[in-house]
């Protein structure tokens, strides 16, 4: 009997490796790396470029990204040398040292805009707490003081620093005084006296190594030319002059001019009254800073989450909410879940539906979840994520949690001591698809995503290009277990494939039928007498990005429809496998097996040698 055929006519549903193959949806892949599932196909992910120089052992701590006044983005990432931690920034293509003698453990950054500028704040449990104004990265201030502040791990959030993670107090969370931004916070100088405008310090830094300055106006008394601060670096003169200003060491150069002048600026300590000032009254007030009490279970709280107004603690058994008032005097501080937990710094990010999490509460059962308001009270709810896809198989002890474009990205390991792999979890089709790579750290800017190597000194922009470091990105999908509906045995002539691919690409195509060995069937090529080459496409050379699909950047592909004829013995079911071989572009959309014909429901072949067994189980082919 023969029946027609069997297509996919779409692909929608990601690796599906929970359940038996057989049980899973058509265009489903039981197994599947370096593919992923977009727009109704499977496509060959793209590769990773190196960020300036590859660099030697070591580890790539944190990425993060700060901004200048103007927007321009300035890249930042702390790395491990193997016995030291360092914290560098992106000047041109080459890494350049910021802050040195740190140690080999993560730190958090964090982004703050204020009257005095843009800054980038850097902490830690062990290295301290550091200010870097973004106009001038290769500068740093050290305003760790142990009678203002804390170590720890922390983020800004409404002109307040909220920090966790103390060495001396690992189950406190702690919040520093609002930044007013206001006379009390920033002190005016006022005809500072200048020797030379050529070149000179002022003088607020002598007064205090925390302090940074902003505002800065000189005057040359010779000419009257006035040089004002355009607050990236610059300073621009009345008349034609130039000048530049190092917020963090107050040097100041401008070209063209000499002699005597005046300085007039703004100053400001940001451990006075500011988002590293932590002290309170003794009878507390609104603004300043504080401390609550997050100690059931006795265990450290790992990472803070801010979403829908509060703060989300979330240690290794349990989770907090802390919600500021408006008066910033009667908080609430509750613990709402006792049987969730996360192992680590990056487990956890908001999303616009709720805070995603790996959630290892149970060790032997990780599982991706979602805690989300309850849409009909006011308590919140945890849910599965991706209920199709066995995260057990992989491990999450040093895992990262990234949201990206649609994706949540999670980076963790499969047979490695390092992250080897990143689990794309799409959170609007709800697939999951495996990329060959693994971070110890990511950030994002311009839509682009960078990760940081975990045992290497390099950073890569992500899924750019379709080469991996110059060599064919590693990949294979396999499909789901194909048995036409029918359990009875039966044959297929052929296979037909219609996508899309660049001349250079190759796909291997092999077969496997009721869990025997892949047999290699044939290969589409990009340069095949089947590939339409009047029909094209233009392919933006980056996956997700500020270059759409079909940007400036572009690689155009072509149509193609094949056909693979096969002679296969019969068969229960079939499973594909491809794998692309070559650097270049290559998508499926459809795949169907053609002329398929049903035979007698018995056992394959190979399941039909034992049959009469003895009672004890030891003999076969007993005389019936």
Request: charged residues 20%.
């Amino acid at each position: 009997m023969a029946v027609q055929k069997s297509t996919i006519k779409a692909f929608v549903s990601g690796t599906h490796n929970l359940i038996d193959d057989e049980l899973i949806p058509q265009d489903a892949a039981s197994t599947s790396i370096g593919w992923l599932t977009r727009d109704g196909k499977i496509e060959l992910m793209y590769g990773r470029q190196a960020q300036g120089a590859e660099g030697s052992a070591g580890a790539v701590l944190t990425e993060h990204t700060g901004y200048k006044v103007g927007g321009q983005a300035v890249r930042f990432r702390k790395v491990s040398t193997g016995s030291a931690g360092k914290v560098q920034y992106l000047n041109g293509s080459t890494w350049t040292d910021v802050i040195t003698g740190l140690d080999t453990n993560p730190v958090t950054f964090s982004n703050y805009a204020s009257l005095a500028g843009n800054f980038v704040y850097v902490t830690s449990p062990t290295d301290g707490l550091f200010k870097i104004v973004t106009a001038n990265p290769a500068s740093y201030s050290d305003v760790y003081l142990s009678t203002k502040n804390f170590k720890g791990y922390s983020f800004i959030d409404k002109g307040r620093m909220i920090l966790w993670g103390r060495t001396q107090d690992p189950s406190g969370l702690y919040g520093s005084w609002i930044d007013a931004q206001d006379s009390g916070v920033y002190t005016t100088v006022t005809a500072e006296a200048i020797t030379n405008v050529a070149s000179g310090t002022l003088a607020f830094k002598a007064g205090g190594a925390r302090r940074t300055c902003f505002g800065v106006v000189i005057t040359d008394t010779s000419s009257g030319e006035v040089f004002r601060d355009n607050y990236d670096g610059t300073l621009t003169g009345s008349i034609s002059g130039t000048g530049t200003i190092n917020y963090t060491t107050g040097a100041f150069t401008i070209t063209g001019q000499s002699g005597a002048g005046t300085a007039d600026y703004q100053w400001e300590d940001s451990s006075a009254e500011g988002v590293t000032d932590f002290s309170k009254s003794g009878t507390r007030v609104a603004g300043e800073g504080f401390v609550v009490r997050q100690d059931i279970g006795g265990d450290a709280i790992q990472v803070v989450v801010p979403h829908d107004g509060s703060y989300f603690s979330f240690k290794k058994t349990s989770v907090y909410q802390f919600t500021l008032d408006a008066e910033d005097l009667n908080p609430t501080n509750e613990l709402i879940r006792s049987d969730i937990g996360v192992d680590s710094l990056f487990s956890a990010v908001p999303t616009s539906t709720g805070i995603v999490f790996m959630n290892t509460g149970n060790p032997t059962r990780p599982m991706m979840n979602i805690l989300q308001r309850n849409p009909v009270g006011d308590n919140f709810l945890t849910t599965a994520l991706f209920a199709q896809f066995k995260f057990a198989d992989y491990v999450f002890d040093d895992v990262v949690l990234v949201p990206w474009d649609k994706y949540v990205i999670v980076s963790c390991r499969e047979d490695s001591l390092k992250n080897n792999r990143l689990l794309m979890c799409d959170m609007t089709t709800k697939a999951v698809d495996i990329a060959p790579y693994g971070g110890s750290a990511f950030t994002k800017n311009g839509g682009y995503l960078y990760m940081g190597d975990p045992i290497a000194q390099t950073s890569y922009e992500m899924f750019t290009g379709f080469d991996d470091m110059r060599l064919p990105v590693v990949n294979s999908w396999t499909s789901a277990g194909e048995r036409y509906g029918e359990d009875m045995l039966k044959k297929v002539k052929k296979l037909r494939f219609r996508g899309q691919i660049s001349p250079d690409q190759q796909l291997k195509v092999l077969i496997s039928i009721d869990n025997n060995d892949y047999q290699h069937i044939g290969t589409i090529l990009g340069s095949g007498d089947y590939v339409d080459y009047t029909s094209t496409s233009a392919i933006g050379t980056s996956f997700i990005g500020a270059e759409v699909l079909g940007g400036n950047d572009e690689l155009t592909v072509f149509d193609f429809y094949m056909e693979i004829k096969i002679r296969l013995p019969k068969f229960r079911k079939r499973r594909l496998q491809l794998e692309a071989t070559g650097i270049g572009y290559v998508a499926i959309q459809e795949i169907q097996d053609f002329d398929i014909w049903v035979f007698e429901d018995r056992l394959p072949k190979q399941y039909r040698i034992k049959q009469n067994v003895s009672l004890d189980g030891l003999t076969t082919d007993v005389d019936s």
